[in-house]
């Protein structure tokens, strides 16, 4: 048998032999046998009676010899013929099925497996079922004379069973431990999934109550494409969707997190590994493509522009390009020093007395014919030659470097008119451009990373040291701008359009720029709506407006 469990049994000491009353099957078995019949969880009850020496002997592989004792009960042989010939069938019969096969491969052939026996075979064995006759020894060949003690039915079954229960005790105690080694490893990582999620949506709920109106005021300068109040419903959109991704990484997505965490830390760790190494990629990808500054992105706009090695960039000179802005065609005529004429062919004379014109592209007239462009308008209402130095993108530092470049070749400059804008002032913190820092000191491009220049331009944070240096370096062009009109006799005036109400922060902005530096500027309040269709730059009627306020000031001083 492959396992054999004896319960509940006894020697018969006067007769030398095993008595097996019941043998309890709790299982069918799977396949033939003598137990075939019956069900599962069928208790039937097979008796047997079986010699022990028989038995032992022939399942041995020894050969058994029956033969009658010669002593003091031979008178009993007539009478023990039946039962003779009852142990004599036992024999051939225990004989026969270790001839037939093995008896581990017998209890395998009716059991297809070790779980199909039942967990415990019961031999219970009566007292009183004793052989009709007095059973004639048979004895075993070689003698097989051992000692033979009797059996405690009782102590059998507490012994079997109490160390059935201590075995199932141990495996229980095995199994446990197992579980909770394997939770507590489990636990780990979970636990800090979900605090790591947690955490990450506390702070983005933190995040969205802390950013209030002023703080994104001061972190997220004006901006000249959006009007203000976009600009306000934008960012309160934002807060709230930070606030409800944060309540949701808090609640929903940290025990999902935690789960995965546990059930599958490898592929956690994976796709983190994947995503820093598609950042890394990412940026190796990106810096092979030349990135151009935020302010000339598109080299193919017009009006051309071509690189400087101190300014950046420069208009292409010599040419004449063409637009459609609003519906119309738009000619924009460069001379060979690179200012904007009516025509190529009527380039600015430096031997005249001219006006001076610097700033960027709206006072480079955008969208607006030459005759209606500020410095033209302010030229002809004085009666003077203009000359319009703006290029598109330009900072305050820019215009203030080229002022530096071309101001000397004009004989008799008789004014020096520069733009500020609080909503360009964003431009004047841009250093991925050549640059004026602290102190006017020249500095070139700085190199960033290629992903954080992309998330700039997507998300234009400023802190408070950025924005203070800013003002700083702002206010120092202007002035240096002042100083250096005035060195050349010219008069100097800073003009500041203003479309539609001045927010709270752009007055901030003016008041510390202009005000406390006691600067010459005009501040000109335009209507939100004179500005050109699908475009953010002033339209005739503001160029206008702010060329008679230009001209009203330069003849008062």
Known sequence: MKHFVAQDFFEHRARGGIVVHDVAIDREPARRGFLGHMQEREQTMVGLSIDAQVVESVTAGKRVRVEPRRDTRRSRVKEGGAALAEQIGVVQFVDRVREIEPAQQGIGSDFSSSEDVAAT????FGEGDQFPYTPIEIAPDPPMDGPQNPVDVGLSWRSHRERHLNISSGRLNLSVSAMREERRHERVPRVMAETAVALVGVALVFCAVAAHQPWLDRHFLPSFFLPRRWYVFLETGVRVAIAVLGVSLALFVRPRAGRLTARAPALVVSVGVAALLAFGASELTLRRVHLRPAEWLFP????????????????EPARTGHN?????????????????????????????????????????????????????????IMGLQSANLAVHGYGSDQAYLRLQIELPRFRRPAAVVSLFMTALFGRNLDDDRPHLGPGLVWRPAEQHSRLASIAKLAVPYRSDETVERGITVTRDVLRATVDLARARGATPLIVVPQFGAEAPVERTLRRRILDETGLPYVLVAIDSGWRLPWDRHPNANAARLIADAVADRIRGQ
């Open 121 to 124: 075979v019961a031999l219970d």
């Open 300 to 315: 193919e706009e017009e009006p051309r522009r071509r690189p400087h090695a101190r300014l950046g960039w420069t208009l």
């Open 324 to 380: 459609r802005i609003a519906g119309r065609a738009i000619e924009y005529a460069i001379d060979r020093a690179g200012y904007r004429v009516r025509r190529v062919d009527e380039p600015v004379d430096p031997d005249r007395p001219t006006m001076l014109f610097i700033g960027e592209s709206m006072m480079f007239g955008e969208g607006l014919t030459w005759d209606e462009s500020v410095p033209a308008q302010v030229g002809a």
